[in-house]
């Protein structure tokens, strides 16, 4: 019944959020938006990728990688490769995508590929119309991607990273991709806060099978994101679902449910020490919301975020802070490099 009652409420929100409720757009009364479905068509003009590397990591090394201008485009070294995904009214330089960046970059040279469909999915009134378009946004990364692997045999490793409805069109890269090549799975694809709407109860297009390790993030989980398990490893923040200091936000829907990234980005910082976020299977987790979802509770500790250990299975808890740092672990430092989310970023 809980469940079900969670299934409602997202609906809801969704509602109230697409209309002239408190959660109201207002991308529409700054310049006028047309929904649209896109033309199944790769390139596609609205559809276009950038790639960043350290040396040049406020800028893409070149504005618009295509297939015409695969063969110039000029690689880091670095066998791994990042594909970012924003979500819905994302953009370039969203707080996705930069936070997600600027934390790699001070770790190591990476290969980032961001990928950006804004015109395909401006604004929330938009929805239905992005949903129908995210198997072209995910056919043509796929193709792109494709060619990028053809001229650069140093990328050994790929790892796709999605917020919100940018976790689904991964999803949805993995299945062109898996039909397409039988024995060549993608490595990781990491999902934050995948989202919900219309894509509830069986009906993601991002599961387990998506990826060889497919590790999940929930902050708003039965609202704008997903409530059940759906990845080899998924981890429930603060019960999945409320976000501490989200209470005090203008919109705090959108705070719980951006914090998936937020939380991502800062574990990339901290790397294999004591001070990232740890998750537990511990008898001791009390939270209600989390103990709906049931399972085998073990006295068992991970890391979560970019430096998990990959062979790990399950449901998780962690707990945060309420502002940056967000580890519980963290040290001072950590807050200087993320500021106190802002509403809607």
């Known amino acids: 019944m809980f469940v079900l009652e969670k299934v409602f409420l997202g609906g809801i929100v969704l509602f109230f959020i697409c209309t002239r409720s408190s959660y109201t757009d207002h991308t529409d009364l700054v310049r006028p938006v047309e929904c649209f479905e896109a033309t199944d068509e790769c390139p596609n003009k609205y559809i276009t990728f950038y790639l960043y590397r350290k040396d040049n990591e406020k800028k893409p090394t070149f504005a618009v990688i295509t297939e015409d201008t695969i063969d110039t485009v000029e690689f880091s070294p670095s066998d791994t490769l990042k594909i970012l995904i924003h979500g819905i009214k994302g953009e370039q330089n969203d707080k996705f995508n930069i936070l997600i960046r600027d934390a790699y970059f001070s770790k190591a040279d990476y290969n980032i590929i ?12 938009c929805y239905q119309e992005t949903l129908l378009n995210m198997k072209i ?44 090549n039988k024995i060549d799975k993608l490595e990781r694809i990491t999902a934050l806060d995948p989202a919900s709407p219309h894509l ?7 599961n387990a099978d998506s990826a060889t390790v497919v590790d999940v993030i929930h902050s708003n989980s039965g609202v704008l994101g997903q409530i059940l398990p ?9 019960g999945g679902i409320r976000q501490p200091g989200c209470e005090h936000d203008e919109h705090p829907v959108y705070c ?56 790990t299975r ?13 580890s519980p672990n963290a040290t001072d430092t950590t807050s200087q490099v ?6 809607n970023s």
């Open 137 to 180: 946004i995910a056919r043509c990364t796929v193709r792109l991607l494709q060619k990028i692997l053809e001229k650069n045999s140093n990328i050994k490793y790929r790892h796709l990273i999605g917020f919100s409805l940018g976790a689904q069109i991964a999803g949805n890269i993995a299945i062109i991709w898996n039909d397409e």
């Open 338 to 343: 993320f500021e106190t989310p802002q509403p």
């Open 200 to 206: 509830e109860n069986g009906r993601s297009l991002l």
């Open 314 to 326: 399950g449901v998780y808890y962690f707990n945060t802070n309420s502002e940056p740092p967000f």
């Open 256 to 311: 719980h449910h951006h914090r998936a990234y937020y939380y991502f980005a800062e574990s990339i910082t901290h790397e294999k020490t004591i001070h990232g976020f740890f998750a537990t299977l511990s008898g001791s987790c009390s939270d209600k919301d989390f103990s709906l979802l049931g399972g085998d509770f073990q006295d068992v500790h991970v890391m979560v975020g970019e430096y998990l250990e990959l062979e």
């Open 230 to 238: 759906i990845g080899t490893v998924d981890f429930y923040a603060n």
């Open 114 to 125: 961001t990928v950006v469909y804004t015109p395909l999915g401006p604004t929330l009134r």
